[in-house]
């Protein structure tokens, strides 16, 4: 997936920009840590920082991926979508979805420092504080409700001003927000649709001041990880910074490919504390063991692949790939959520809208990108989506009675207002016309997924299975969001605007074949290795994410997720990140 032509613009890719950053694991200059780190990614840079906050620990990160450094695609906003399909994605792709009519679409996930935040489109939603008393329900830990966690989310994140410099009185509570290190910010270059948008929502009362202050329900402006007109990512925010400090070492380029026992066990649990690192597939195999714990950080597909691959899963699954078994543990690469999402267009009377730099970014692009140089200003401070966007609940009628949300305060759908063609999904750009897109999910998904091993090989990729549009619940909610959005583009405010549908929906059927068409996913995927009371029958890892059954052995990102959030899921992985480190030093 990327939009039109744009140049992937990755112009250094060589030595990295730390001393403390190797590019292979024989280059390290210590063999003795207290903690490896596998994946420098959301979570995982994260932890990084925070645990190498003693000049005590020592912590490695190992990173399969490259280096973020001077990566124009990854830095300026608007240039994001560049990066998809890049040396910096992992390039994965969905079995063909059954509840799409077999067709596949690409999984993009960073391959890179700073993870799927370094390559994503930057939504910054912390979740409504029903996401997180859900999280501390199915989990058994009153820890992750909301009360718990708000402290968290004041460490993460802070507010800064948008690049613009306009007046956000309205659009935004700053008491809401913390003084932490992703900086964030509203949309700095303003788009025709944002009065349109946030009039009606008013005249309709659902107008939402800030998505962010923990009722998501309602249209409001969209707050991003953006902070002076470049993209704020966990390596940005939280790895770079910490590469100064001495007890810190980040290897790229380097695989786990597994991790285990160095000690016989017998029929006691096994201690992993040693992780398997390669950099090519018939490449030399090197061994580093961690002294204090093993934390797994390699995200929703990374994750259960390499508990799959140390014998930790299924175990028919195992014993089908001959891999010896240490733990069944039947939920791993199990639950995988995801947002289905499909981009709905409609013809516009517009003279301002992206169209015309996407149809021609040669010519377009590079005026726009000196200015951005010169002062960080202009289009590309802002993220390809929109700058306003809508959570909402079904009608009631709809599904009475059933609303697998966290709470009141969660959507079933989301609508992004888009001023432009967005080509997310498979309709072709159109060579002429100007457009609205409504990118609409389904936020609140039933269809449950997997991961599961293609081969014993690490370097194989997994076979991902998101099974989107497989219950009734999703396809239908997707359908009645698709009629939500018709009635919204109907309201008066917009005469004179919209001009036309570009596609026109005869019935409820019609409607339903062309989402099951041309439905793509928010790459929002979580849950396969999820967290939960009990014995492993009831979660991979226990609420303070160490995975059940073993030893010495963490999960911190999003697969840990009980739950798929009704929101973007980002500063989620961020905040579970923070409470991991405050678990782990209070477990040592
Ligand atoms: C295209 C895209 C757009 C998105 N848009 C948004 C958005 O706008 N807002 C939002 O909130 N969320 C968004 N998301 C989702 C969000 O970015 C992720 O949920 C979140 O970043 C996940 O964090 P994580 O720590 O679980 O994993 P990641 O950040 O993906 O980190 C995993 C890291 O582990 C590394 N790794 C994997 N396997 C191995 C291995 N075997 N050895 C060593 N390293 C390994 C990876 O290279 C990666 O660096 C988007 C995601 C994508 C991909």
Redesign the pocket.
Known sequence: MRFLGVPAVIFSLGAPAFSKLFNSITDLPSKDYDFII???????SVLANRLSEDPQTKVLV????IDNANVQDIIVPFLGPGA?ESAAD?NFTATPQRGMFNRTFT???????????S???????RGSDDVWDNFARLSGDPGWSWESVEKYNRKVSRLTPPQDGHNTTGQVIPAAHGNGEVLTSLPGFPSELDPIVTDIAKSLGKYNQDLNAGDMIGFGFVQN?IGNGERSS?ATAYLVPALERPNLDVVIN????KVFASQPYGDEEPVIDTVQVAQSVNGSRFNITASREVIL???????P??LLLSGIGPKDELSELDIPIVLDSPDVGKHLADHPLLAIYYEVNSNSSFDPVLRSESTMIPPLLEQWESNRTGLLVV?V?GNTAAFLKNPPDLFSGQDPSSGPRSGNIEMIFCNGFEPLGPTPFPPTGRFLTVLTAVVSPTSRGTVTLRSAN?FDDPVLDPELYTTDFDIQTMVQAMKTVDEFVHEPRWNGYIKQPFVQFEDDQDRENYARNNSIT?????GTARMGPGDVADGVVDPSLRVKGVKGLRVV???VFPQIPE?????V?YIV?ERAFDLIKSQQ
């Open positions: 596998v994946g420098g990614g959301t979570a995982g190992v990173e399969a991926g998809f992992w999984l993009p996930r960073g391959y890179v420092l700073g993870g799927s935040s390559i994503n489109f930057m939504t910054w939603n990880a966990a380097s695989r786990a490919t950080s390699a995200g929703v597909f990374g994750t692949q390499l993220p989506g690490p928010v790459n929002h995927s979580v990102d999003a697969s929101n973007h899921p980002q500063a992985a990140a």
